[in-house]
Nanobody
Framework: VQLVESGGGLVQAGGSLRLSCAAS????????MGWYRQAPGKQRELVAG????????NYVDSVKGRFTISRDNAKNTMYLQMNRLKLEDTAVYVC??????????WGKGTLVTVSS
């Protein structure tokens, strides 16, 4: 399975971006998915997660009410809608997929830069 992120870029504080993570290959093996981010000098953190059927989601406290994770299994794509972006949201956002066999797959990431 390959994961490819897109949608990152430069946005002003208060603006919005939508990230996408497209999966290809043996997508039937994908279970839960999530978005992680890593800011310069900081550890990677889980931003949001979603179950295989999209029925349950979870968010880190700092993005609750601003970010929305979703997935379209028919398109093998996961999304992260990010609203009211803050300077501290600047990071490389990375897509993660857990496989039914217990593995963990990662994309290469997409850079989100929030400017003042």
């Amino acid at each position: 399975v390959q994961l490819v992120e897109s949608g990152g870029g430069l946005v002003q504080a208060g603006g919005s971006l939508r990230l996408s993570c497209a999966a290809s290959g043996s997508t039937f093996s994908i279970n839960a998915m999530g978005w992680y981010r890593q800011a310069p000098g900081k550890q990677r953190e889980l931003v949001a997660g979603i179950t295989s059927d999209g029925g349950s989601t979870n968010y880190v406290d700092s993005v609750k009410g601003r970010f929305t994770i979703s997935r379209d299994n028919a398109k093998n794509t996961m999304y992260l809608q990010m609203n009211r972006l803050k300077l501290e949201d600047t990071a490389v956002y990375v897509c993660n997929a857990r496989t039914k066999g217990g593995g963990s797959l990662w994309g290469k990431g997409t850079l989100v830069t929030v400017s003042s």
